[in-house]
């Protein structure tokens, strides 16, 4: 499985627009991305999948370049209760088991 | 309504008294999985389960067991709890193995072991 790096924590305030990047150096050519959220006391839930190029749906936006090196993930005009961990897998379709990591904090303020 | 379901949610037990969590799905999945979490730890997979009767370790599976006899059905053990299984453990299941499919998630089940 690649290895996935994010940020930790993140903060914003409610309105904004808001970007988590996730650096993958060694995916693989059948890797997928994909973006887990987690509010606090809950299990996690998928928010968005993708392989390359751009992907959207209603809840936020991924962005995966050419090399798939890296992929980000976007949330438009945040609100309070998109305070959550979110979290960022690399892997392949079939096959393998999921890990979920650490994850990114983010903190969204009034 | 698809759902996973834990039982119980809330436990606190003392050390060496086993115990049994149960989890179970209503959604035909045929993996299903066991995560701990923990703070400054994130989420780390126990154990986990291709279909009946086949079950493999994840990453922190010492101290536990769990066993697959039906397909909705896929309890975790503590045969001697320690404290530092004092956790939040939650159940998972998805229809087939891999990122693929969306992974269901249970809400939860908050253990304390004294």
């Known amino acids: 499985l690649a290895k996935t790096t994010q940020p930790i924590s993140m903060d914003s305030y409610e309105g904004q627009e808001v970007n988590i990047t996730c650096s993958h150096n060694?995916?693989?050519?059948?890797?997928?991305i994909t973006w887990y959220q987690q509010f606090p006391s809950q299990g996690p839930r998928f928010i968005i999948q993708?392989?390359?190029t751009k992907v959207t749906n209603e809840v936020a936006s991924l962005f995966i370049p050419a090399d798939r090196k890296s992929s980000t993930l976007s949330l438009p005009r945040v609100s309070l209760s998109d305070t959550a961990v979110y979290y960022c897998l690399v892997g392949p379709l079939r096959g393998t088991a999921l890990i979920f990591g650490k994850g990114t904090t983010l903190s969204v303020s009034s | 309504e698809a759902q996973v379901t834990q039982n119980p949610r809330y436990l606190i037990t003392v050390t060496g008294k086993k115990l049994t969590v149960t989890c179970s799905q209503n959604?035909?999945?045929?993996?299903m999985s066991w995560y701990r979490q923990d703070p400054g730890l994130g989420l780390r997979q126990i154990y986990y389960?291709?279909?009946?009767?086949?079950?493999d370790k994840g990453d922190v599976p010492e101290g536990y067991k769990v066993s697959r006899k039906e397909k909705r059905n896929f309890p975790l053990i503590l045969e001697s709890p320690s404290p530092n299984q004092t956790s939040l453990y939650f159940c998972?299941?998805?229809?087939?193995?891999?990122?693929?499919?969306?992974?269901?998630f249970g809400p939860g089940t908050r253990l304390t072991v004294l």
């Open positions: 998972a299941s998805s229809l087939m193995w891999g990122l693929t499919d969306t992974q269901y």
């Open positions: 959604m035909n999945h045929e993996y």
């Open positions: 993708g392989y390359k």
């Open positions: 389960s291709m279909n009946v009767e086949v079950t």
């Open positions: 060694n995916i693989a050519t059948n890797d997928y």
